[in-house]
């Protein structure tokens, strides 16, 4: 083989395998990627865990029925509910929610509560300013709990959607905390 | 070790014998017929679990194996085929003929060739070694989603991780091997748009092994930092998500399918212009809808989620996206039937493999569009209807190309006619089998028969008897096939001419029969051009 | 040789007619008892009967060629190898024909994706391996166990009806009303699919997926996990009950005085 050819044969595979490397780095870059995108259109339902700020006016020409659905998650002995299972909420209207969690076991042990919001065309417009699930939460052996939420939903949200699902996973986290 | 300067003459011998031979060699032709060997044997490996798959599914309730094995064994079936069978299997394919077919002395990087086969039985070792270790090999499908596959896998898990990373490796090497011999290596006369087709399906399924392999890689990596290190990649509890592992897995996954269809697209567009004596119909388009099919695969990747609650505009464009690729695919069985027309045909063992090619991998593609149609596909998705689909491409489409290939090239590489009467048997009796074998998958799925399980209701015995039967028939013609490349390789039948078939065009007729050891060390005199 | 290939030739009729017979029978895909079942359903017959249709067409030139245009008959090969109308023709008419069934397939999923104004609303939860039914309005929930059992399986004695299909409680829900499904998983990813109402949803764990149907007829539906969660993936059925609305109300209050007696 001439030298010329093994030269070039070398460079084009330098440039194959930096291209290989280059699609290795992709498919890592896909997971802040996927979340971004994922917050601009809400397609996995997990919302921001942005902070926000208050809004300024109600719009009380229509609401929107929010329902809110809670799972633990494995076999963690707490218990984990809302009293209000469904509320109607006006676009703009701060609306505090109560959930109730219980630590059966006789060890103190922390719970990651983890939300999604469905349809995912709703996600991004639903603001929580004050969320349990922004933070591990501790329990103490056989000690009980009382969290909240207060969120509104910003007036942008498109007219077609009239129904909001707010679910809440509870993770067992004791491990993590300890760590 | 020989080099390209050929101190030898043409056609000259390997410099080792023996095991140190087939060790050390770094020409196309031996670590080709490596590759054949070595994914021949995957293929009856592979065979041997689909088998066990079938005596289990005879009947409903369990009788051979426990469930948890019966799913490391559709596991394992699933991924010997692909990645120890059919993608080598084109890979030795390639090693053999693309420099043939070009007029290139060997590959661009030999030592690299060398490496990128023995790589395989390392790998394919490392992953069959997991059936044995504790709690069992890989039993999450070979689709490995999480969190099956991180959370609650078995402990080998992380050596099937390993095998995946070396097995790609060994992938995207080949590739790069590839890629650069058909730009730099050609015939000087020879332009890209010369090529055979199967030099151009490769072309195109190199660059996209280079494309999703290393998003495999990476995927798998994350995999092993959820388990081992602490990450969440997949995980919600620590705000991961499982269903990014499927975005990850399939946006390989998708293109990957096509990888193991495309050169069997070029086979088969080798073949029938030779045993219809006749030019490759719109050979211009043909090449077209391959670039268009390659494009396309990248974009459709999610249509293997539809029930994963996808966002309505997401489920609309990868729906219509997948029904576009019906669209260059159409023009390839067209144009393979229009080259058939009005040919003068004769019916040897490549030409029927071929044909039947055409008639079947049709059928699975016309499956593959009532998928795409989302509001179906809820009926459709995770049933046996999918298995259906995807057997028909894969077994009578990219195998039976590889059984025309094989008997195509056998006299060119062994300098002996194969047994045609035996190779015919092989071809009926496999072409009926097959149908029994999957056809009635089809409708196990319409019926309610979901995928991946041991055991199933009452209702469904009378077809998975049939499936069943048809499958034992299927494997035990394999070994048909099987005798008649070792009576090849052996020497046995008539001496093959160079031509070797009447209606043969291309530059790997020229060389003698059986190809020299080293070929083309001049470029060839004269190359066809289109 | 003839009656090699003229073999291959029966062969394709004997599975068309096969194919055929089987269709009028019990295994192709249901009509089922929702509306989006039904829709299922005819966009799934339209898109065979295309298929079909073009298959006809193209095997047909093909048999024809194998027949006609043999060497061994004395054909000799013409010598045409491109034509540029015939090819535009070929790709334009696929092309239109994948829009016009676009056009039912997108419909029906449009109408498949509005979960909302529901009447009942479940929450299900997917299990290793069985399902959790919680009636979100109702203050009623359970656990839907398998009841066949390893005696069955291990063939110690005779299979029962329903073998792998049947549960210890229904999931029973009332005829003619929006029936609204929200899925999650309590450990790996299942799949929640009942045949006949045309409903399948990945269960996700951690993650919240949806759901709807209409139920227009009383009857026992019965369904299976659709996405491999490990040994007993095969082991997990699903049994819809759909009643009349009284029938429903009475079940409700009998089953939810049997968890709160007083």
Redesign the interface.
Known sequence: MLNATKKSNVRLAAILLTTAFGMLLFAFAMVPLYDAFCEMTGINNKGGRVRVEMPTEVDTSRSIKVKFITHVHGDMPWEFYTAENTLEVHPGEVKKVLFYTKNNAASDMSGQFVATISPGQGTRYVKKTECFSFNRQFIDGLDEKEMSVVFFIDKDIPDDVEELILFYTLFDDTLGAKT | MNDGQNSHAEGAHPSRTGILRWITTTNHKDIGTMYLVFSFIMLFVGGAFAMVIRAELFQPGMQIVQAETFNMLTTMHGLIMIFGFIMPVFVGLANWMIPLMIGAPDMALPRINNWSFWLLPVAGTILLSTMFMQGGGPNFGWTFYAPLSTTFAPQSTDYFIFAVHLLGISSIMGAINVIVTIFNMRAPQMRLIDMPIFVWTWLITAFLIIAVMPVLAGTVTMMLTDRNFGTSFFNAAGGGDPVLFQHLFWFFGHPEVYIVILPAFGIVSEVIPTFARKKLFGRTSMIYALASIAFLSFIVWAHHMFMTGLPLAASMFFMYATMLIAVPTGVKVFNWVATVFKGSLTFEAPMLFSLAFVVLFTIGGFTGLMLALIPADVQYHDTYFVVGHFHYVLVPGSLFAVFAAMYYWLPKWTGHMYNETLAKFHFWISAVAVNLTFFPMHFLGLAGMPRRIPDYALQFTDFNQIISVGAFVFGAAQLIFLYIVIQAMRGKGPKATDRVWEGSHGLEWTVPSPAPYHTFGEPPAHVERH | ?LG??N??LL??AG?ATF?SA?FAS?????VGVTP??A???S??MT??WV?VG??IV??G??T???IK????KG?????????TH??II??VI??II?IA??IP??K???E??N???ADV?I?V?GY?WYWHYDY??EELNFFSHPTTTQE????LVA?R?????SVDQHLVLPINKKIRF?F?S????H?W?V?EL?????T???????SWAIITKPGIY??????????????MPIVVEAKTQEDYDAWLSEMKAQKNPS
Not at chain 3, 75 to 83: G, L, R, S, T, W
Not at chain 3, 204 to 210: A, K, L, M, N
Request: glycine share 6%.
């Open positions: 040789m090699l290939k073999l291959r062969l394709s599975l194919g089987a019990s295994y192709n895909m249901p989006l079942s829709s299922m359903h966009l799934h898109m065979f298929c073009i298959g193209v095997f030139v093909m024809y060629a194998i245009h043999r060497k061994s054909h000799v090969a013409a010598n045409f190898h491109e034509n015939v090819e070929w790709t696929p092309f994948l069934m676009a397939a997108t029906t999923l449009i498949m994706d979960t909302e104004a609303t929450k939860t290793r979100l309005d069955e399986i291990r063939n299979k009806e329903h073998y792998n299909l929200a999650t309590n450990d790996v990813i799949s699919w045949h045309g409903v399948k949803k990945d996700v764990p951690g993650f919240i997926t949806e019965r369904g299976q996990c659709a996405e491999l969660c490990g040994a007993g993936h095969a082991y």
